[in-house]
């Protein structure tokens, strides 16, 4: 039966060289060490089995794959974590804008009311008419502003253009 040397200088050099590109991973490298150590110091007469040197391998590569497996979920997480902060920024400004802008428009509809005559429902439900002299901002919305009265834009049912 032949035997073969079991390392030479340059499977050293490979291993080494692998034992750095390991980044120094705990569980990994020691895995590494002990395998090697393991095959250094084997029974020349009764050395290691194929089946376990597979095996020994086999749980190796599981290792670096669960390893691998944490470290992408752990990246995954925070990139969905960036994500979200993100997303939530943007909506907020976005809210912001709108609100803005319904504001803007709110202002516009009552700007185009004055001068003219409206038909509008009051608190109690009676449907009046009137002519809009004012506009006025009340808890950041316009209401028009009919004689005394003050008529949210949402109420008016009918425009009319006086001559």
């Known amino acids: ?7 030479s200088s340059q499977n050293q050099s490979t291993a080494s ?21 393991e095959l250094r110091y084997q029974d ?16 190796m590569s599981s290792l670096e794959q669960m390893q691998n497996l944490g470290k992408t979920f752990e990246e995954g997480i925070t990139t969905l974590i960036q994500s979200q902060n993100y997303y939530n920024e943007n909506v907020l400004a976005l809210l912001d804008f709108m609100a803005m802008q319904a504001v803007q428009n709110n202002f516009s509809q009552g700007l185009t009311l004055l001068g003219r005559e409206i038909t509008y429902t009051d608190a109690e439900g009676e449907e009046k008419t009137g002519l809009v ?3 006025k901002q009340v808890d950041g919305r316009y209401v028009a502003v009919v004689g005394e009265e003050e008529v949210p834009l949402t109420r008016i049912t009918f425009v009319k253009e006086v001559n």
């Open 17 to 37: 060289d692998t034992e750095n590109k390991l980044n120094k991973i705990l569980g990994k490298d020691d895995f590494l060490k002990l395998l090697i150590t």
């Open 133 to 135: 002299n004012g506009l």
């Open 44 to 59: 020349a007469l009764n050395p290691m089995q194929d089946r376990e040197f597979i095996a020994q391998m086999a749980q």
């Open 1 to 7: 039966m032949a035997v073969n040397a079991v390392g």
